[in-house]
């Protein structure tokens, strides 16, 4: 069964950066699209970001549109979310999943079938 397991996290001031990582377990280039996903405490889980089994396809919330980015390296079977111009609100535990359906309008957790155990983001104002 796939695993996956996140890194990066950690505490930040705001306007400063953090990248996340997603290494998985086997190969998921052109087999599994990985979708990023974030919870603060008391809010619902937010799909933020994904991007597609051959990396030619990507997808960002309104709410990290132009300061993320994600990106994958099949060599290493690894996606990472460059997370740029942080703010405090972005503070949560993020989650990387993976499908096997990449979709363009949106990241629904419903689509995606395994999870990492989550890495906390705090940014600090």
């Known amino acids: 069964q796939l695993q996956l397991v996140e890194s990066g996290g950690g505490l930040v001031q705001a306007g400063g950066s953090l990248r996340l990582s997603c290494a998985a377990s086997e190969r998921t280039e052109n087999y599994y699209a990985i979708g990023w996903f974030r919870q603060a405490p008391g809010k619902e889980r937010e799909g933020i970001s994904c991007?597609?089994?051959?990396?030619?396809?990507?997808y960002y919330a309104d709410s990290v549109k132009g300061r993320f980015t994600i990106s994958r390296d099949g060599a290493k079977n690894t996606v990472y979310l460059q997370m740029n111009s942080l703010k405090p609100e972005d503070t949560a535990v993020y989650y990387c999943?993976?499908?096997?359906?990449?979709?363009?309008?949106?990241?629904?957790?419903?689509?995606?079938?395994?999870w990492g155990q989550g890495t906390q983001v705090t940014v600090s104002s």
């Open positions: 991007i597609s089994s051959n990396g030619g396809s990507t």
């Open positions: 999943a993976a499908s096997n359906v990449y979709s363009p309008l949106g990241v629904p957790s419903e689509l995606y079938d395994y």
